[in-house]
């Protein structure tokens, strides 16, 4: 098993496991409650939705070793945007998948 840290945002912290899984870790106790929310919510909006949406089929439960609940999905395709070079995706081409996403949503 190999896991890598993908990063820390405010709220959780970010593993990729085999380059399979993500799991997350929420930093505290009112990021737990929003990751069970998440993790009921997204599969009714994953059903439908034009683009792809994390679908969480791992939920860990607190330990001696991680004191909340945490959970994993299964890696998506693509490049997350964080990891891009500036300029190197133009809005044009990110724009129309934004914006089917958004119409869809509302």
Known sequence: MRAAFLGAGY???????NGEWVFRFPRRDDVEAQ???ETRVLPALGAGSPV???RYALIGRPSPLF????????RLA????????DGRTALATVAPALG???????
């Open 67 to 74: 004191p909340r609940i945490f959970a994993a999905y299964a």
């Open 52 to 54: 792809p949406i994390p």
């Open 11 to 17: 709220d959780s912290d970010a593993f990729d496991v």
């Open 35 to 37: 990751l069970l929310l």
């Open 78 to 85: 693509g490049t997350p945007a964080i990891a891009l070079e």
């Open 100 to 106: 089917g996403f958004l119409s869809w949503l509302h």
